[in-house]
């Protein structure tokens, strides 16, 4: 069988540039931030690539050939969230409520030796924070 390996998670932005200094702010990921260039779909548009847990995520603009839909109410069928580790729910809860975070769900704990939280990012993009104990 082939080998497939993770390369990245895509989201989409009316601002990327927004949803970049979010993840920037929040969770302190890296952004690189750059234009696409001419003959692409986005020509002139801002493309962001964040490092963000050790992982690629990629900052897209509006599709410009295809209307755009809401995000889905949460929780929903499909990619529902990104999951990051921390060493403390409750701290980091408590630190990104400092920073404006809307802390939507918990911190609680799931089952015996698992803490969590979710956070509510733009777009409605849902960010689980995890403790394993």
């Not at 963000?52 to 209307?67: N, T, Y």
């Not at 809307?102 to 990012?121: E, K, S, Y």
Request: glycine content about 10%; hydrophobic content about 35%; aromatic content about 8%.
């Amino acid at each position: 069988m082939r080998e497939y390996r993770y390369d990245h998670v895509h989201l989409r932005s009316p601002n990327p540039d927004a949803t970049a200094r979010f993840f920037e702010s929040m969770f302190g990921a890296t952004a690189t931030r750059d234009l696409y260039p001419p003959g692409t779909l986005y020509p002139g548009q801002m493309r962001i690539s964040l490092q963000l847990g050790g992982q690629r995520v990629l900052i897209a603009p509006p599709h410009p050939l295809d209307r755009m839909n809401e995000a889905p109410a949460f929780p929903y069928y499909g990619l529902e969230h990104i999951g990051l580790t921390v060493d403390d729910v409750d701290a980091a809860c408590e630190e990104l409520r400092q920073k404006g975070a809307d802390i939507v769900i918990g911190p609680l704990t799931r089952n015996p030796g698992t803490r969590l939280a979710f956070v509510r990012g733009p777009e409605g993009i849902m960010v689980e924070l995890v403790q394993r104990r």
